[in-house]
């Protein structure tokens, strides 16, 4: 069962003591959505100091030469690779860096999103990973300096040699600066936020003993205006048994002279809480129709609840207590359109 743990009031937008700029979107896309990112030498790389009003240089990094681009699309829009593969999930966001990648999200109204899955894509084969139907935790807001969300998942995935692998692990979301990104070319950004985010997994060949233990870190910049990070950095470590199997690092910054698209902010209301609940809930919406219609669907994508909504905001009491435990999604939608959407944990 998945749980999420809130460290340091990370969800109360009225933190004091947070300092620095706060973001209201980060990693959230819109259907279409392009950006193209420079690779970097990383020999003599690292990410830095963290700290408040920082200024983090690195106008001396080097271009490799290589460049990717990331696109995204909404689902209910464009038809994707892999499409019912992973029926939780509403996004994908397509990377041809080293291999060709597809992450399918599951983003909720507000600028959440979860990890459901993902797709690589190489000359050594095609390799799936499952997080369904425990999705990992992908971005929240609001965020800044001092905020932080930890969560935990399941995992399995199958495909490179045949070999099939399940496990568990945990991320760690967090804002630990901000300031002045300076970047090469005479690019500089100016209130950034700094979030890092460490992935641990352990995971065992399914049937054997063989066990791989991959941990993460990500040093990611992001600014107010646009919803793709500026400058990322991964550290990645993959253990066999007691023993690290190999190490290498990836460093990429935007190059906003290929493509820039501005940050997405909805155009309606809608929320539901408490959540996670034990079926009984609130789902509070300020629309622009006067009439809509509430849909739950369970993690197949079968609609398993649906009311009416009357009128262009209030507050509607829900009674799903029928459902058993579980990850649901809800939407909301208007004029055949929908307008908001999101997860729903029912735990009893």
Not at 243 to 270: C, D, F, M, R, W
Not at 308 to 318: A, D, M, N, R, Y
Not at 329 to 339: D, F, G, R, V
Request: aromatic share 12%; charged share 10%.
């Amino acid at each position: 069962m998945k749980k999420i743990y809130i460290i340091l009031l990370a969800l109360l937008p009225t933190i004091m003591w947070a300092q620095g700029p706060t973001l209201g979107h980060y990693d959230y896309y819109t259907n279409g959505m392009n950006t193209t990112y420079q690779l970097c030498k990383v020999a003599g790389v690292n990410h830095g100091t963290t700290g408040n009003n920082h200024t983090w240089d690195f106008t001396t990094l080097v271009d490799s030469g290589g460049t990717f681009t990331s696109t995204a699309w909404d689902k209910t829009m464009v038809t994707t690779h892999y499409q019912g593969t992973f029926p939780g999930s509403n996004f994908c966001v397509r990377s041809n860096s080293a291999i060709v990648r597809y992450s399918y999200l599951a983003q909720v109204m507000g600028g959440t999103s979860y990890l459901v899955g993902t797709v690589d894509s190489s000359g050594l084969g095609v390799y799936t990973a499952f997080f369904e139907p425990d999705s990992m935790l992908y971005s929240f807001t609001p965020m800044g300096m001092g905020y932080s969300q930890h969560d935990s998942t399941s995992r399995h995935y199958a495909g490179f040699l045949s070999q099939n692998y399940c496990g568990s692990g945990h991320d760690t979301i967090t804002g630990d600066g901000w300031g002045t990104l300076m970047l090469p070319h005479g690019i500089t950004y100016d209130s950034t936020v700094r979030i890092k985010t460490v992935q641990i997994f352990k995971d065992t060949l399914c049937p054997g003993t063989t066990t791989t233990a991959p941990s993460i870190t990500t040093y990611a910049w992001y600014d107010q205006t646009h919803s793709f990070c500026l400058l990322k950095i991964d550290s990645i470590v993959n253990y066999l048994g007691f023993g690290a199997l190999g190490t290498y690092k990836i460093v990429q910054y935007s190059n906003l002279g290929l493509g820039v698209h501005e940050l997405y902010i909805p155009t309606v209301n809608a929320d539901i809480y408490p959540n996670p609940n034990n079926g009984n809930f609130t789902l509070s919406y300020d629309l622009k129709s006067p009439k809509a219609e509430l849909f739950v669907r369970d993690v197949t994508g079968r609609v398993v609840y649906s009311q009416q909504i009357i009128g262009l905001q209030g507050k509607e009491t829900i009674n799903v207590a029928g459902l058993a435990q579980g990850i649901y999604y809800w939407e909301l939608t208007a004029a055949n359109e929908i307008s908001a959407k999101g997860k729903l944990s029912v735990i009893k």
